[in-house]
């Protein structure tokens, strides 16, 4: 299943070490080409001898040890291989990387890689719910990091908690989905859109909403990841662009509405994520408004419907739109589908907890024009985009390599 497929196990020093032997020996079961990179610490877990009995490969620990296969090791590495996955990750070595620090070989050549990385954070669970460690987790994944995990239940310490590695068999099973849907929309033109847009009212005013464009983002790099030639339409968001995708800055639903549509003959399929504002102020100040004690009455003109313009003027493009609902979500969602005419549509109610606008968390449903409907539990916005992905590539048509 994994034939051809490269992948870097690094290990950091916790007592769960021991259970990455096992992934190791999964990866090579399927038939990856396994390298393993170890902290200090770790060699003080399990022994390299062990990794690379299994791995079959030359074990990494020190940055400054004689070359083992290329001359500049952690940069030939970083290039070479397809993901990495940090097993177990921990609260430490999170920092670290969350920083960017680069003090040994496994940091350094997580620094160095552009392909994708997974962790799976172990640690006893008052470390885990520390702040400290949860803003670096969700720095990392805000960077496209895939946090594999943690568990709950019995910890080496004694307790009963989270912080608990995932099992080699989970660990496994993501990376083996991920690689294999790989290059799954190879060949083909996405186009995305993102953010809350911002109708001015004066020059220094505007609405908005309070989309964060997390999910938008999180499909872009996911269709990315997956081979397609990508375009973020993006109104304005704190967001990193993720690398390789082209991103196309717009303010307004009139300007997203232009930059989608002269696309749109170009793409194979547009995923419509973005918040646009129904309506516009009918007039923008020139000046700033002033105050003058006395009520103002705003007046709005509708903007245009981008996704169902889309809908009417698509031919063999795949449509995928979204439903944010803060009530009768699946009336409402299945009524959206209808007008807008598309081939999936995401629906999700943003008053639930772990759903919505500027949430980490989704909580969504796919709806198909046949009457399908597939609920999901709550998982994190990478998750719902790599869900997405393999919907898409079956609309498409593509072949799972599975
Ligand atoms: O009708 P509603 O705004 O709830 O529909 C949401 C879907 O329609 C989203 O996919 C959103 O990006 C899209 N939309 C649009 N143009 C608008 C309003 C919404 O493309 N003016």
Redesign the pocket.
């Known amino acids: 299943m994994l034939a051809g497929k490269k992948v870097l196990v690094g290990i950091t020093g916790g007592i769960a070490a021991y259970k990455t032997a096992e992934v190791v020996s999964r990866l090579r079961k399927l038939h990856a080409e396994v390298h393993v990179a170890m902290t200090k610490s770790a060699t003080e877990f399990i022994t390299p001898l062990t990794l690379r009995s299994l791995s079959a490969n030359p074990v990494y620990v020190d940055l400054f040890d004689e070359p083992k296969l290329w001359n500049v090791e952690h940069i030939a590495l970083a290039e070479h291989v397809d993901a990495v996955i940090v097993a177990p990750a921990t609260a430490n070595f999170l920092a670290k990387i969350a920083i960017g620090l680069a003090d040994d070989f496994l940091s350094t050549v997580l620094l160095a890689t552009r392909a994708p990385i997974f962790v799976a954070p172990a640690m006893n669970q008052a470390m885990y719910l520390h702040p400290a460690t949860q803003n670096n987790l969700t720095c990392l994944r805000e960077r496209g990091v895939k946090i594999i995990g943690p568990g709950t239940g019995f910890q080496a310490c004694g307790t009963d908690g989270i912080g608990r590695m995932t099992e080699a068999l989970e660990i496994v099973e993501t990376l083996a989905q991920f690689l294999s849907s790989r290059k799954l929309l190879k060949g083909k033109k996405a186009l995305v859109?993102a953010g809350g847009?911002q109708e001015p009212l004066d020059p220094v005013r505007y609405l908005g909403n309070r989309s964060s464009g997390r999910m938008g983002y999180a499909i872009a790099q996911a269709l990315q990841e997956a081979g397609a030639e990508t375009t973020l339409i993006s109104a304005p968001t704190d967001l990193a662009t993720p690398s390789g995708v082209n991103r196309v800055s717009v303010h307004t639903?009139l300007e997203?509405?232009e930059a989608?549509l002269s696309r749109f003959p170009e793409v194979d399929v547009v995923?419509?994520?973005?918040?646009?504002?129904?309506f516009r102020p009918a007039v923008q100040a020139e000046q700033k408004i002033k105050k003058n004690g006395s009520n103002r009455v705003l007046e709005l003109v509708?903007?245009?419907?981008?996704?169902?313009?889309?809908g009417r003027r698509k031919t063999s493009q795949v449509l995928?739109?979204?439903?944010?609902?803060t009530e009768n979500l699946l009336a409402?969602a299945e009524d959206?589908m209808r007008?807008?005419n598309?081939n999936l549509?995401?629906a999700n109610d943003v008053t639930k907890q772990g759903a919505g606008f500027g949430s980490l968390t989704n909580i969504v449903s796919f709806l198909f024009p046949d009457g399908r409907k597939i609920d999901f539990p709550q998982m994190s916005k990478h998750e719902v985009a790599q869900h997405l992905i393999r919907e898409i590539a079956n609309l498409l048509g593509v072949e799972s390599k599975e």
């Open positions: 859109t847009t639903a997203m509405f989608v995923i419509k994520a973005a918040a646009v504002a129904d509708p903007n245009p419907d981008i996704l169902a313009e889309l995928v739109g979204f439903a944010a609902e409402n959206k007008r807008k598309v549509l995401v």
